[in-house]
DNA sequence: AACCAATGCGTTATGAAATAACATAACCCG
DNA sequence: CGGGTTATGTTATTTCATAACGCATTGGTT
């Protein structure tokens, strides 16, 4: 990835079991307050994404969304993530060309991650961008989205090699 | 361009004549000191860059890349860009798959805009991303880059329609 | 000068990521 | 039930990016 250290996968464990499915009814509820539809494309799809250990690349997750080994084709997925991402249920991490489930709560139009170039996890973080949108703000700008990411190495890859 | 306000097209003039010159010339220094070569193909793109009135998209460069109108063949371009954003003369903007040129000196490993999703202008500002960088270390990661992405609308688009 | 390692380039081909366009189906609401 | 709206299925295509290989140029070394 980048920098060669040669972790087998990453740190970051995706849900299963209760875990998962107690998530994926939290995102069931929050969509029935704003009468928006968890279909099972989209179901799904998240379900993917809370599963992954990592940062998943919408042609893995059309690669694993039959539970049958069928893959789905691209607008179905691509189609799901959009919904996703506008619910704030998932975010695109830009640099990564890939998608993670939210962590963190009560998310709007903000998100920043510390990437690991070594294990590749993605972290999610609170970013307090107060005073970067102020300044935006202040020139002008109708600012309507912010994302940050940070590329380095994560604490354990960062120590071990 | 997702919003839409209809203006041609975007507020940020490219460099001609004797500024383009200027600007080049004093990526070549720079380049000198740090005995790095800015060959015809790089310096090409560093050109197309410079000149251009907004973010361009490598296959916008590949197409402009001959003066005879002759495309470039992709990793002519591609690798020209490696190097100019390895050093600092140019950056890829994530969420458009574009790059602009580095409006901004001394600058290392950050970069942050300000996208307008109408008119399409991205324009490069100084972050300070002190407190976000200072968290992130504490928590043990090694940050060797930032990059923020904000969008939403300029002060033009903002105000017209 | 002759050599050699390192870097960069040209070229062909292919891989990966995302979307256009259009037909069909399900849902909501009056 | 009728009719608008939203979501899905499906085919094809477009857009973005890199692999792999051989040759050329550079710059240092003997």
Avoid: W
């Avoid at 060669?4 to 994926?24: F, I, K, M, N, R």
């Avoid at 989209?42 to 250990?53: F, K, N, S, T």
């Avoid at 939210?102 to 996890?121: P, Q, V």
Wanted: charged residues 25%.
């Amino acid at each position: 990835m980048g920098v060669d250290c040669h972790h087998t996968e990453s740190a970051q464990p995706g849900l299963e079991g209760a875990a998962l499915a107690s998530a994926v009814a939290a995102a069931e509820t929050k969509c029935e307050r704003t009468r928006e539809r968890l279909t099972p494309p989209r179901r799904r799809v998240l379900e993917l994404l809370l599963e992954a250990d990592g940062p998943m690349k919408a042609y893995d997750l059309i690669a694993a969304y039959g539970q049958d080994g069928e893959p789905a084709k691209p607008p179905t997925v691509y189609r799901a993530l959009e919904f996703l991402e506008r619910l704030g249920f998932a975010h695109r991490i830009e640099s990564l060309n890939a998608y993670v489930p939210c962590r963190m709560e009560g998310t709007s139009h903000r998100a920043a991650f510390l990437i690991c170039e070594c294990c590749g996890t993605a972290e999610e973080f609170e970013p307090d961008f107060a005073p970067q949108f102020a300044a935006a703000e202040a020139a002008g700008y109708a600012v309507r989205t912010v994302t940050l990411e940070a590329r380095g190495l994560c604490p354990a890859c960062k120590g071990g090699a």
